[in-house]
T-cell receptor
Framework: DTGVSQDPRHKITKRGQNVTFRCDPI?????LYWYRQTLGQGPEFLTYFQNEAQLEKSRLLSDRFSAERPKGSFSTLEIQRTEQGDSAMYLC????????????FGSGTRLTVV | AQKVTQAQTEISVVEKEDVTLDCVYETRDTTYYLFWYKQPPSGELVFLIRRNSFDEQNEISGRYSWNFQKSTSSFNFTITASQVVDSAVYFCALSGPPGGGATNKLIFGTGTLLAVQP
């Protein structure tokens, strides 16, 4: 296993369209996190899964955002009716247990809403 | 509330200079973890170090060293003899105590852009 994979690397979409991103964590990691990073800022927490259960969602995650991890393996993050303010880098990370052991981050998906 | 402050937005040095990146944190937890990550232009966050709140020993790894001082709530990062390949954005991050079903999400600072000129 070579690390956390995210697909696609880049996505350009028109305002109002729906987009879906995929994250494949390291296989033995049961914790999965989504973060959003805007230009000039540090990553901000969006949501967290332990196995297939979504255990925490940030207030940043509006109703237009939904995340799933159906079998406790890969995860998807969907944004409906995209807005220009959604333009950002979406980062996925996984951890073998408590995050204090350190996350492994993917390369991210850069979303541009035009 | 937890907070991480990286007051240095950008630093530019010439190759072989030493450079220190500052990190100040706030937390009410007595047990916590501090991290440094490197983000090169490719975008991936690369883990550099994790330090728990009970371990104040400074650490050195090659050209990298970290100075953790609880008294000043600081966890500074020094690169000795900087190289062009060190050019990146560096993030300091904080996580709460393990256990109890806590999410243990990372709280990041805003990052410091380090530019090492040849």
């Amino acid at each position: 296993d070579t690390g956390v994979s995210q697909d696609p690397r880049h996505k350009i979409t028109k305002r109002g369209q729906n987009v879906t991103f995929r994250c494949d964590p390291i296989s033995e990691h049961n914790r999965l996190y989504w973060y959003r990073q805007t230009l000039g800022q540090g990553p901000e927490f969006l949501t967290y899964f332990q196995n297939e259960a979504q255990l925490e969602k940030s207030r940043l995650l509006s109703d237009r955002f939904s995340a799933e991890r159906p079998k406790g393996s890969f995860s998807t993050l969907e944004i409906q009716r995209t807005e220009q303010g959604d333009s950002a880098m979406y980062l996925c990370a996984s951890s073998p247990g408590q995050a204090t052991y350190g996350y492994t981050f993917g390369s991210g998906t850069r979303l541009t809403v035009v | 509330a937890q907070k991480v402050t990286q007051a240095q937005t950008e630093i530019s040095v010439v190759e072989k200079e030493d450079v220190t990146l500052d990190c100040v944190y706030e937390t009410r937890d007595t047990t916590y973890y501090l991290f440094w990550y490197k983000q090169p232009p490719s975008g991936e966050l690369v883990f550099l170090i994790r330090r728990n709140s009970f371990d104040e020993q400074n650490e050195i790894s090659g050209r990298y060293s970290w100075n953790f001082q609880k008294s000043t709530s600081s966890f500074n990062f020094t690169i000795t003899a900087s190289q062009v390949v060190d050019s990146a954005v560096y993030f300091c991050a904080l996580s709460g105590p393990p256990g109890g079903g806590a999410t243990n999400k990372l709280i990041f600072g805003t990052g410091t852009l380090l530019a090492v000129q040849p």
